[in-house]
């Protein structure tokens, strides 16, 4: 079946950088594009990155662009969020998300906690 595994969060200090993964399985990576998102507290969850299929398209909210990198290996099956810089209000989970014409699924989220 389909699984999406988000892994790499943590506590860091702001300033500091994290690298969250998305380990895909049941279904053809390389044919769908992925996502991330993240849900603060108390917020809606919002949309933090996409990337093509082939990995040469990628757009970022206004929030994250400059300081986030999203990237994907098609070869693993993995998508990547690099966050540098990273903030307080960056504080969430984060969650990736598959997104096709027939496909759209979401992982369970990795905690980020930004804190001093």
């Known amino acids: 079946q389909v699984q999406l595994v988000e892994s790499g969060g943590g506590l860091v200090q702001p300033g500091g950088s994290l690298r969250l993964s998305c380990a895909a399985s049941?279904?053809?990576?390389?044919?769908?594009?992925m996502k991330w998102y993240r849900q603060a507290p108390g917020k809606e969850r919002e949309w933090v990155a996409s990337i093509s299929t082939t990995g040469r398209n990628t757009l970022y909210a206004d929030s994250t662009k400059g300081r986030f990198t999203i990237s994907r290996d098609n070869a693993k099956n993995t998508v990547y969020l690099q966050m540098n810089i990273l903030k307080s209000e960056d504080t969430a989970v984060y969650y990736c998300?598959?997104?096709?014409?027939?496909?759209?699924?979401w992982g369970l989220g990795t905690q980020v906690t930004v804190s001093s």
């Open positions: 998300y598959a997104d096709s014409s027939s496909l759209k699924y």
């Open positions: 049941g279904f053809t990576f390389s044919s769908v594009a």
